[in-house]
T-cell receptor, first 111, second 115 residues
Framework: ELKVEQNPLFLSMQEGKNYTIYCNYS?????LYWYRQDPGKSLESLFVLLSNGAVKQEGRLMASLDTKARLSTLHITAAVHDLSATYFC???????????FGGGTRVLVKP | DVKVTQSSRYLVKRTGEKVFLECVQDMDHENMFWYRQDPGLGLRLIYF???????EKGDIPEGYSVSREKKERFSLILESASTNQTSMYLC??????????????FGSGTRLTVV
């Protein structure tokens, strides 16, 4: 059974500082996805990482994938209040086409 | 833009009622999914479908059924609603062909309260 674990579960950030969210998964999988969710809202796709060593960046967010370590990281550079949200990683099951989600990391950026 | 539309944003139903949650996507995606999201439990897959009239159980199918009569529409049915089915329900779709670019697109969610 594919399991996806994120840590930390909660991250209190100071504006202007850098932080990292970690996502570990248990078995070989095709792709890794990062989503953002604002309170009461649906999931917004941030990144799709397709292969070992993949790195994608959008604004202050950068995601990377190490398939050998079964680890993805979401790095936040110079945090700003607008980045406050819950971030989820998710992984495809190799044999199917189903997303398995991590538990989410709730991010709160304080001035 | 890929759009996944869920018919209701908020629903309040009584225990024992039969409840239908509707989801429509407009990008000819083959795959459609229903998840529920609960605090502390994350997102869990209820059912999914790879094609019209096809369905497969996810991780928590008990108490639910689904219907996919047309490619664009995937309905989640609560046969007899119970209070433990109070949750946020999220529909998603994806394409076998375009997964690398689009990934999965989620609807805006239906917050169901069973009283």
């Amino acid at each position: 059974e594919l399991k996806v674990e994120q840590n930390p579960l909660f991250l209190s950030m100071q504006e202007g500082k850098n932080y990292t969210i970690y996502c570990n998964y248990s078995t070989t999988s095709d792709r890794l996805y990062w989503y953002r969710q604002d309170p009461g809202k649906s999931l917004e796709s941030l990144f799709v990482l397709l292969s070992n060593g993949a790195v994608k960046q959008e604004g202050r967010l950068m995601a990377s994938l190490d398939t050998k370590a079964r680890l993805s990281t979401l790095h936040i550079t110079a945090a700003v209040h607008d980045l406050s949200a819950t971030y989820f990683c998710a992984v495809d099951k190799a044999a199917g086409n189903k997303l398995t989600f991590g538990g989410g990391t709730r991010v709160l950026v304080k001035p | 833009d890929v759009k996944v539309t869920q018919s209701s944003r908020y629903l309040v139903k009584r225990t024992g009622e039969k409840v239908f949650l509707e989801c429509v996507q407009d990008m000819d995606h083959e795959n459609m999914f229903w998840y529920r999201q609960d605090p502390g439990l994350g997102l869990r897959l209820i059912y999914f479908s790879y094609d019209v009239k096809m369905k497969e159980k996810g991780d928590i199918p008990e108490g639910y059924s689904v219907s996919r009569e047309k490619k664009e529409r995937f309905s989640l049915i609560l046969e007899s609603a119970s209070t433990n089915q109070t949750s946020m329900y999220l529909c998603a779709s994806s394409s076998l062909l375009d997964r690398a670019d689009y990934g999965y697109t989620f609807g805006s969610g239906t917050r169901l309260t069973v009283v």
